[in-house]
């Protein structure tokens, strides 16, 4: 996937950015914007990230800067395969 231009610098939005700066602030905070990049002032802090449902509680912790906010909150609906559920109905003959 192409990255970003180094020129440019990573994406965080500007509610964010004025944010980080009041650290306190940040503090299990909800966020909406999912496109954001995580910056290294937001490590230690716990933020709630919306998934288009509800929010969801994510601790920011080093290894998680550089990637986007969204990657952490999943917005698709877990559900187990066919296979696990059972056998269904049975073929053949009643």
Same mark, same amino acid.
């Given at each position: 996937?192409?990255?970003?231009?180094? @020129? &440019?610098?990573?994406?965080? +939005?500007? %509610?964010? *950015?004025?944010? =980080?700066? &009041?650290? +306190?602030? *940040? *503090?299990?905070? =909800?966020? @909406?914007?999912?496109?954001?990049?995580?910056? !290294?002032? %937001?490590?230690?802090?716990?933020?709630?990230?919306?998934?288009?449902?509800? !929010?969801?509680?994510?601790?920011?912790?080093?290894?998680?800067?550089?990637? &986007? %906010?969204?990657? %952490?909150?999943?917005?698709?609906?877990?559900? !187990?395969?066919?296979?696990?559920?059972?056998?269904?109905?049975?073929?053949?003959? &009643?």
């Amino acid at each position: 996937m192409p990255r970003r231009s180094i @020129w &440019k610098g990573s994406f965080v +939005d500007a %509610f964010l *950015l004025r944010m =980080k700066k &009041k650290r +306190d602030l *940040l *503090l299990n905070r =909800k966020i @909406w914007s999912r496109r954001s990049s995580i910056s !290294p002032e %937001f490590v230690d802090c716990s933020v709630r990230i919306y998934n288009g449902k509800t !929010p969801v509680r994510c601790k920011i912790t080093e290894g998680k800067v550089g990637h &986007k %906010f969204g990657e %952490f909150a999943s917005t698709r609906k877990r559900r !187990p395969s066919r296979t696990n559920i059972g056998q269904g109905r049975k073929k053949g003959k &009643k």
